[in-house]
């Protein structure tokens, strides 16, 4: 059955004489609507078709036009024509005889009401200027769709690309640009822009079956027109044509309350998306000044929403169970450009992701087979920001002077918030495949776009400078709320519930290489900065249980993306050389964390896979771009520079209420993780030069790391944590500074005159900030080696080291280490323990609670050999202070095995870092000097209460250890132990090993240090 009104193309534009421009396409004659009631059987074809879409726009022609210059006669490129708006399409299914399909290309349903796509330009050509290919024809808007099955309907579909029920309402596809050509002057036609997205929306309660690759049970698609790209331009002057603009998704929603079962790879359960058009790409530009045209925005998705009750089951690799999403368009790539003076065109950034909401219940199943599912989630629930395009590439060539400057890249596009909640009495989500993780929420912001290389060969002189990388969208907040959720997962790298707000990468620079006879340049461009992680927000409950290596059973993390990276650069010349490497940029930010247990609820976690800790949640804040290397080759004089690091992001907040059991089976699978961390800071770029007279060269600094935010864990009413096997401690919270970045290094070598090489500074590394443990009773059990009970831990970052340096050459050589970084910080602990807490393995400690100061980043070295030299080590930096840590327990504690400690707290301030060492050998004269060490930081108090028993039965496993160990003497103290008995008991009849022990202790003459 097919109710199609969909509206007539329009005419094309002539061709040789006549009229150049194309027609418009025409609308739909009337809506689509209508119910379906009688059952059937198609080959090839939908069995059900409700067809309201625009008309295509005519495509240009190229016809002969006369001008009002000599020679008086042009051949003109004609005007793509415009895609005509989608119409109404509702149509309803409630046959109780099956609707079955046989054959590609075949849906059981179809209704779409998409715009038409626009036209696409022609080609011109003219004498002197003038040349300007055709501007392609905008897509028309999408209409508005919707699709129903009742429940007694019944859809079968066999072949390839057949889905069960399709929904679109898209938006037209913008047209091509069309070339331009010119002695003179030519430019490229701009492209087209796209036809926004309408509202689409199914909703099944019947049965649908497929039996096929890429055929999906339910497909419901709003997505805004892509845009047409731009035409390249030749002439003396040639500029490529900009691209169209996209325009924006609609509202796309999906309702499933019956079954849908898929047997195919890709053959996705249920997919709602709302998509924004991608930008169109800029057009080439080749001439003596080329320049390419320039990218465009990619546009928005719009919200998306999908429901679920009933029952999905999917069999193939990559076939998710349930799909929601909204997608910003991509930004249009810069054209390159060609010419004595050559300018690559700007990139245009991504479109943002909109709200995308998943309402989960029934069940859900993946891989069900038994012979696939590798990649096939349960459920996904995102929203993606579009990646900024990259700019356009630039190359110069000239007999004189040529210039070459990369185009810039794109912003990557924000993604929206993401909300996941319970439908009904909850959900049942199973997976089979590797890589199949079972519930996934995610707010992702689009990468920055990478900046356009450059290259300038000149016969006198060549300048050339990379295009900078642009910034990367953030991302958004991610809200979970499922009370009763009954997850499985199966496969390996298969998490059992994912929830994260990622922070896109920044843009890496572009290149820059230049050469000449005189005189040579090339700066690398400069990286974007990081986008930041949004908040995520989790309420948890029911069960969750992997069985795959690398499987953790939940994950709630804020992430800051990596900052781009500088670009190299690389100059050569017979006489002078410049080069400067780009900067790396800052990263992302992450943001708070928090996941809690459901009031009234428990949540039951078990991993049998090894690298599968039970539960981690996590702010991280993403590391800075490195810096870009130097390279110089002269024979009068160079000169190079790296270019410095970014500044890394930082970690925040984080907090974790948790009530109910975790159970780990395999090695190095923690129980509970609760975690903030900096990011690193970025290297400074290394530099290398080589010159038959002088060099100099100067590494890069390295940049600060990123701060730690608190960490926190509670447990309110009861705990079960049990691990199984080495490396798996029952519960880690920490807050760790991110370290520095290194400076980079200078190396250096001239015949004559002289080199000289001095290194790049270090970054100084950032504080860590208060870790919080509290839990209220339960049992804490671990029983391989190297498993502690609790460790609570605030660490600062190691500060970077010095870049190093070396020159050599006949004339004068001079080096100078770089500095190191500074050691961050260690704040506050705070313990408080009511669980029963026992260790059977060697180096298992009961609870480990530690403030520890980042060390300070090592002097770089310097060397110089040759004529007279002079070499200075870069000094040490100091180590960073701790804070004060404090212990009450009132659980009783066993530990089984050798080096395990009951409770063991400490304070300790971070190591200076060591100077750096300096040689000097030269003909003449020749003086070396190391550089300084750095200090050692302060520690801080220690103070531990414990007023129940501990019992220790290895060596070197003491029932209380608690230390203050830094440069200078701080107060220290411990509460003598309520409950001495227990100690007592290991020296029942040994008289004088009992006196030794007492004498040992605080307060008998042996503080500790």
Not at 455 to 481: E, F, T
Not at 930 to 946: D, L, R, W, Y
Request: charged share 10%; with cysteine; aromatic share 4%.
């Amino acid at each position: 059955m097919s109710i199609n009104t969909d509206g007539a193309p329009g005419d094309n534009g002539d061709d040789g004489i006549g009229t150049a421009d194309a027609g418009d396409g025409h609308s739909p004659v009337a809506p689509a609507t209508g119910t379906n009631s009688v059952g059937r059987t198609t080959s090839g074809e939908a069995a059900f078709v409700g067809s309201a879409r625009g008309g295509r726009g005519g495509d240009g022609g190229s016809a002969v036009h006369a001008t009002a210059v000599p020679p008086f006669v042009e051949i003109k490129g004609g005007k793509g024509g415009d895609g005509a708006k989608g119409g109404t399409v509702d149509i309803t299914n409630n046959a109780s005889g099956a609707l079955e399909t046989s054959g590609d290309n075949a849906p059981g349903i179809s209704g779409d009401a998409s715009g038409g796509d626009g036209g696409n330009g022609a080609w011109a050509f003219a004498i002197a200027v003038g040349g300007k290919g055709g501007v392609g024809g905008r897509g028309g808007d999408g209409g508005t769709a919707t699709v129903t099955t009742t429940i007694e309907s019944n859809i079968i579909t066999h072949g390839v690309n057949s889905n069960g029920i399709t929904v679109n309402s898209s938006g037209g596809r913008g047209g091509n640009g069309g070339l331009g050509a010119a002695i003179g002057a030519g430019k490229g036609g701009n492209g087209g822009n796209g036809g926004f997205g309408g509202d689409a929306k199914g909703d099944n309660a019947g049965s649908i079956s497929t039996d096929g690759a890429f055929s999906k049970g339910m497909l419901v698609r709003s997505a805004g027109g892509v845009a047409g790209d731009g035409a390249s331009g030749f002439g003396i002057v040639g500029n490529g044509g900009n691209g169209g603009v996209p325009t924006i998704g609609g509202n796309a929603e999906g309702i499933n309350s019956g079954t849908i079962t898929t047997r195919g790879d890709f053959a996705s359960g249920m997919v709602v998306q709302s998509v924004g058009g991608g930008g169109g790409d800029g057009g080439g530009g080749l001439g003596l000044f080329g320049g390419g045209g320039a990218g465009t925005d990619g546009n928005d998705g719009r919200a998306a929403t999908g429901t679920n009750t009933g029952n999905i089951t999917t069999s193939g690799l990559g076939a998710i169970g349930m799909l929601v999403e909204s997608v910003g368009g991509g930004g249009g790539d810069g054209g390159g450009a060609i010419g004595l003076v050559s300018i690559g065109g700007k990139a245009s950034g991504g479109g943002q992701g909109d709200t995308a909401t998943g309402n989960v219940g029934g069940v859900i199943k993946t891989g069900v087979d038994g012979n696939g599912g590798d990649g096939a989630h349960g459920i996904l629930i995102q929203s993606v920001g579009g990646g900024g395009g990259n700019g356009g590439y630039a190359i110069g060539v000239a007999p004189v002077i040529s210039v070459a400057i990369g185009g810039g890249g794109g912003t990557g596009g924000k993604g929206g918030v993401v909300n996941v909640n319970q439908a009904g009495n909850g959900v049942t989500v199973e997976t089979n495949g590797r890589s199949a993780s079972g519930i996934i929420a995610q707010s992702v912001g689009g990468g920055g776009g990478n900046g356009g290389g450059a290259i300038a060969i000149g016969g006198l002189v060549g300048v050339s400078v990379g295009g900078s990388g642009d910034a990367a969208g953030d991302g958004d907040k991610v809200n979970y709320n499922v009370a009763n959720a009954k997850v499985t997962t199966l496969g390996d790298d298969s998490i059992g519930v994912l929830m994260q707000s990622v922070g896109g990468g920044g843009g890496n620079g572009g290149f820059a290489l230049s050469g000449s006879t005189v005189a040579a340049v090339g700066v690398g461009g400069s990286g974007g900065k990081a986008g930041k992680g949004g908040v995520v927000d989790a309420t948890v409950g029911g069960t969750v249980n992997t069985s795959g290596d690398r499987s953790t059973g939940i994950v709630a993390q804020s992430i800051g993306g990596g900052g781009g990276n500088g670009g190299f650069s690389g100059a050569a010349s017979f006489g002078a050389s410049v080069g400067v490497g780009g900067s790396g940029a800052g990263g992302g930010d992450a943001d708070a964390v928090t996941l809690r247990t459901a009031d009234g609820a428990m949540q039951s976690i078990t991993t049998d896979g090894a690298d599968s800790a039970g539960l981690i949640v996590q702010s991280v804040g993403g590391g800075g771009g490195n810096g870009g290397f130097s390279g110089t080759l002269s024979a009068i004089a160079g000169f190079g520079m790296g270019g410095r690091g970014g500044a890394a992001g930082k970690g925040v907040a984080t907090e974790a209420t948790y009530n109910g059991s975790v159970e780990t089976f395999r090695e190095r699978s923690a129980g509970i993780i609760v975690q903030s961390i900096g990011g690193g800071g970025g290297n400074g770029g290394g530099q290398f030069g080589l010159s038959v007279n002088a060099s100099v060269g100067i590494g890069g600094s390295g940049a600060g790391g990123g701060e730690a935010g608190t960490a926190k864990f509670f447990s309110t009413t009861t705990l079960d944590v049990t691990t199984h096997q080495s490396d798996s401690a029952g519960i880690i919270v920490q807050s760790v500074g991110g370290g520095g970045g290194n400076g980079g290094f200078s190396l250096n070598g001239a015949g004559l005159v002289a080199a000289v090489s001095i290194g790049g500074k270090a970054g100084t590394a950032s504080d860590a900030k208060a870790v919080t443990v509290g839990i209220n009773s339960g049992l804490i059990h671990t029983l391989g080696d190297r498993s502690t009970g609790i460790i609570a831990q605030s660490i600062g970052g190691g500060g970077g080291n010095g870049g190093g340096t070396a020159s050599a050459g006949l004339g004068a050589n001079v080096t100078i280490g770089g500095k190191g970084g500074g050691g961050g910080t260690g704040w506050t602990v705070d313990v408080t323990n009511g669980a029963a807490v026992h260790t059977e393995g060697v180096q298992s400690h009961g609870i480990l609670a530690q403030s520890i100061g980042g060390g300070g980043g090592s002097g770089g070295f310097a060397v110089s050999v040759g004529g007279p030299s002079f070499s200075l080590g870069g000094d040490g930096a100091s180590g960073g202070g701790s804070k004060k840590v404090y212990v009450e327990n009132t659980g009783l504690i066993s530990t089984d095995k050798d080096m395990s400690i009951g409770i063991f707290a400490q304070s300790v301030g971070g190591s200076g870092g060591d100077g750096g060492f300096a040689m000097a050998a030269g003909a003449f004269a020749a003086v070396g000097i190391g550089g300084k060490g750095g200090a050692g930081g302060a520690a801080g108090e220690v103070e531990v209460k414990n007023t129940t028993n501990i019992t220790t039965v290895g060596s070197l496993s003491h029932g209380i250890l608690a230390q203050s160990v830094g440069r200078r003497w701080r107060q220290w103290r411990i509460c003598r132990n309520v409950c001495r008995r227990s100690v007592r008991r290991r020296f029942r009849g040994d008289r004088r090993r009992w006196r030794r022990w007492q004498s040992q202790q605080p307060g008998h003459g042996h503080p500790q240090r």
